[in-house]
T-cell receptor, first 116, second 113 residues
Framework: DVKVTQSSRYLVKRTGEKVFLECVQD?????MFWYRQDPGLGLRLIYF???????EKGDIPEGYSVSREKKERFSLILESASTNQTSMYLC???????????????FGSGTRLTVV | AQSVTQLGSHVSVSEGALVLLRCNYS??????LFWYVQYPNQGLQLLLK??????LVKGINGFEAEFKKSETSFHLTKPSAHMSDAAEYFC???????????FGGGTRLMVKP
């Protein structure tokens, strides 16, 4: 019954490495989102996408990029990982604005990334 | 523009006591309102939602919330707390024509034995 799958639950990477966080949804959602969550700072939006090959910057895009080559997959890329990117990363998906807006978001289980 | 305010970043109750988590929102359009729960090291799970119709909404695990338009509130309650309710709770709002959910800052619920 898993609907939004994040490829790793826990990840440890070294400073300077290129890191890929993968998210796949099987609900045919148009919208996909990447958040990071830190104690006391709540959920902060990194990037989102409303369609294949489309991306929009969120509130904190610096140091990140994304890729959406297929509707079901939305990848977050840390070009050169730094220790201040140690965080919990959450992927979510949803239907677009309009009739299905009342469904909210469906979240993945999260990836806890540690950069050493 | 939308915003969500959750009063109290930490709430502590005794097991068996009433749980009340407060959420106030602002929205320029009729809102859809949501409560999510997050257990340690997990993603967010939908607890309940208000879209249209009945203003008292029942969710999973015995939680309910009441949409009060005049107070722009959507407080979450549970009559009797259980140890397993210890988690972080997020209130969120979405306009019926918008793509984005706006989240509150979250409230961490602690349940004392």
């Amino acid at each position: 019954d898993v609907k939004v799958t994040q490829s790793s639950r826990y990840l440890v990477k070294r400073t300077g490495e290129k890191v890929f966080l993968e998210c796949v949804q099987d609900m045919d959602h148009e919208n996909m989102f990447w958040y990071r969550q830190d104690p006391g700072l709540g959920l902060r939006l990194i990037y989102f996408s409303y369609d294949v090959k489309m991306k929009e910057k969120g509130d904190i895009p610096e140091g990140y990029s994304v890729s959406r080559e297929k509707k079901e997959r939305f990848s977050l890329i840390l070009e050169s990982a730094s220790t201040n990117q140690t965080s919990m990363y959450l992927c979510a998906s949803s239907f677009p604005a309009g009739g299905a807006s009342n469904y909210g978001y469906t979240f993945g289980s999260g990836t806890r990334l540690t950069v050493v | 523009a939308q915003s969500v305010t959750q009063l109290g970043s930490h709430v502590s109750v005794s097991e068996g006591a009433l749980v009340l988590l407060r959420c106030n929102y602002s929205s320029s359009v009729p809102p859809y309102l949501f409560w999510y729960v997050q257990y340690p090291n997990q993603g967010l799970q939908l607890l309940l939602k208000y879209t249209t119709g009945a203003t008292l909404v029942k969710g999973i695990n015995g939680f309910e919330a009441e949409f009060k338009k005049s107070e722009t509130s959507f407080h979450l309650t549970k009559p009797s707390a259980h140890m397993s309710d210890a988690a972080e709770y997020f209130c969120a709002v979405r306009g019926n024509a918008g793509n984005m959910l706006t989240f509150g800052g979250g409230t961490r619920l602690m349940v004392k034995p």
